[in-house]
């Protein structure tokens, strides 16, 4: 049992670049979630899904896209790289939305330079 | 809208007693408390569901006054490990129903 894994761990990307984190879980979770943590913050919610095709907006989602075509996908697409988007991202999953602890990946580091 | 937690960072000697306090503005179905050790993930400490129940395990333990919509994380004789940054993730009885983090309070504890 892997978990929720992320790749890559770090990424420096130029402004207007564009990337894709790639969040995968194998814990047949309904779930999902992608965060951002900016240096001593807290998480904020970017997007998150209840399940394969459903998908919703968080508290930041501008310059964000994110797709849920599987049940263990949930990638995030930052399409023109800005320097706010400077941050480590965390991808969780859970298996219900209330009533059960939600595990975390290892985050990716990007930095947007 | 994110809960408030306090106090924002509190140090400790080893053996101490902590508490960390989480308000929202909001109606809360649940509470759930992680921990964060620098560079790592946060990691799953409990869940607190509406009806004012308290856990706890090992010297970690918090109650959920539903009413005041507040939420508290009790940790009694503190260790080393318990040094990280903790938050509180609230998901509300109205709205979309996602779960959003505080912005954490960090605790030190020191021999």
């Known amino acids: 049992n892997a978990g929720v894994t992320q790749t890559p761990k770090f990424r420096i990307l130029k402004i207007g670049q564009s990337m894709t984190l790639q969040c995968t879980q194998d814990m047949n979770h309904n779930y999902m979630y992608w965060y951002r943590q900016d240096p001593g913050m807290g998480l904020k919610l970017i997007y998150y899904?209840?399940?394969?095709?459903?998908?919703d907006k968080g508290e930041v989602p501008n310059g964000y896209n994110v797709s849920r075509s599987t049940t263990e996908d949930f990638p995030l697409r930052l399409e023109l790289a800005a320097p706010s988007q400077t941050s480590v991202y965390f991808c969780?999953?859970?298996?219900?939305?209330?009533?059960?602890?939600?595990?975390f990946g290892q985050g990716t580091r990007l930095t947007v330079v | 809208q994110q809960p408030v937690q306090s106090p924002q960072a509190v140090i400790l000697r080893e053996g101490e007693d902590a508490v960390i306090n989480c308000s929202s503005s909001k109606a809360l179905y649940s509470v759930h408390w992680y921990r964060q050790k620098h560079g790592e993930a946060p990691v799953f400490l409990m869940i607190l569901l509406k009806g004012g129940e308290q856990k706890g395990h090992d010297k970690i333990s918090a109650s959920f006054n539903e009413k005041k919509q507040q939420s508290s994380l009790y940790l009694t004789a503190s260790q080393l490990s318990y040094s990280g940054t903790y938050f509180c993730g609230t998901e509300t009885n109205f709205g979309n129903e996602k779960l959003t983090f505080g912005t954490g309070t960090r605790l030190t504890i020191i021999p």
């Open positions: 899904s209840v399940g394969a095709g459903i998908t």
């Open positions: 969780a999953s859970s298996f219900t939305r209330r009533d059960t602890e939600a595990f």
